[in-house]
């Protein structure tokens, strides 16, 4: 089991930036590819981005290519999520989630075993 919980969600401003945390516990971090995902509401939660195991490899969404980048530390078990300009359309409930891959590229269509409980992000106008 991997237990994953966010923090670093709250109210911005648009053009403003914030930075997700995600701290796992449980299982070897280093092992497993990581994404984030948001849902607002009325919408599907989709894959905002993701990192392999190694933080070599990274896919992001069309929607925040430029804006938000994803890294992490597996030294404390952490993967990260800055984003920047953000807009009022980037509100929403924001989760990380892992899933074991055993290659080297993540996959933007993945299957995520281990979830986290989400933090809201609301961006005014």
């Known amino acids: 089991q991997v237990q994953l919980v966010e923090s670093g969600g709250g109210l911005v401003q648009a053009g403003g930036s914030l930075r997700l945390s995600c701290a796992a516990s449980?299982?070897?971090?280093?092992?497993?590819?990581m994404g984030w995902f948001r849902q607002a509401p009325g919408k599907q939660r989709e894959l905002v981005s993701a990192?392999?195991?190694?933080?070599?490899?990274?896919v992001y969404a069309d929607t925040v290519k430029g804006r938000f980048t994803i890294s992490r530390d597996n030294t404390k078990s952490t993967v990260y999520l800055q984003m920047n300009s953000l807009k009022p359309e980037d509100t929403a409930v924001y989760y990380c989630?892992?899933?074991?891959?055993?290659?080297?590229?993540?996959?933007?269509?993945?299957?995520?075993?281990?979830w986290g409980q989400g933090t809201q992000v609301t961006v005014s106008s």
């Open positions: 989630a892992a899933y074991y891959n055993g290659g080297y590229y993540v996959s933007p269509k993945a299957t995520y075993d281990y």
């Open positions: 449980g299982r070897t971090f280093s092992l497993y590819d």
């Open positions: 990192i392999n195991y190694n933080g070599g490899s990274t």
